[in-house]
């Protein structure tokens, strides 16, 4: 069971003054996937309108991790479909976190993977194997690093290096 994000930020007041523990803009992000709240050690890929690096990515064993995607804000293609999802569900992963769209919106519902997103498009990315996999990236007025332990609820979503279920 996860910790819920209220909870955390509770008992780490400290840490969010200091900027240890990272919200990201609240009400950004769309929720879709059938989990609303998920948790787990971050993997980062930066990529911009091209699916590639996401879904090889995702084709390698979750282990309960979140795949948090800087897709550059963009709005004109999605980087996650249907088939994406699934395979996220499939190979054990807790959920994704897209600073980009999604598309197949049905299909992802119906995956056992929590899906945050800003928005449905439904033009297909394109593939041209373009991007960052292991970066440390910024958006939503949060820097994300892999290894961070994130946090994904319906108040909201948390990143942090130095807080993690270890030591609450």
């Known amino acids: 069971m996860s910790l819920l994000t209220c909870d955390v930020c509770d008992a780490h007041e400290e840490q969010l003054t200091s900027g240890d523990l990272q919200v990201l803009t609240p009400g950004t992000l769309q929720a879709f996937g059938q989990k609303r709240i998920f948790s787990g050690r971050v993997v980062t890929v930066k990529v911009f309108e091209d699916n590639v690096l996401v879904r ?28 994406v999802a699934k395979l996220a569900e499939t190979n054990g992963w807790a959920g994704l976190v897209i600073f980009g769209c999604v598309r197949d919106v049905d299909e992802i519902n119906e995956c056992a993977v929590g899906v945050r997103a800003l928005a449905p498009c439904p033009v297909k990315s394109k593939k041209n194997g373009v991007g960052e996999k292991n970066v440390v990236v910024t958006f939503l007025g949060a820097t994300i690093r892999p290894g961070d332990f994130c946090w994904v609820d319906n108040d909201g979503i948390l990143v942090s290096t130095s807080v993690a279920p270890s030591n609450l």
């Open 56 to 83: 090889s990515t995702l084709e390698e064993p979750g282990n309960g991790r979140i795949l948090v995607v800087e897709g550059g804000g963009s709005l004109r293609t999605a980087l996650v479909g249907g088939n």
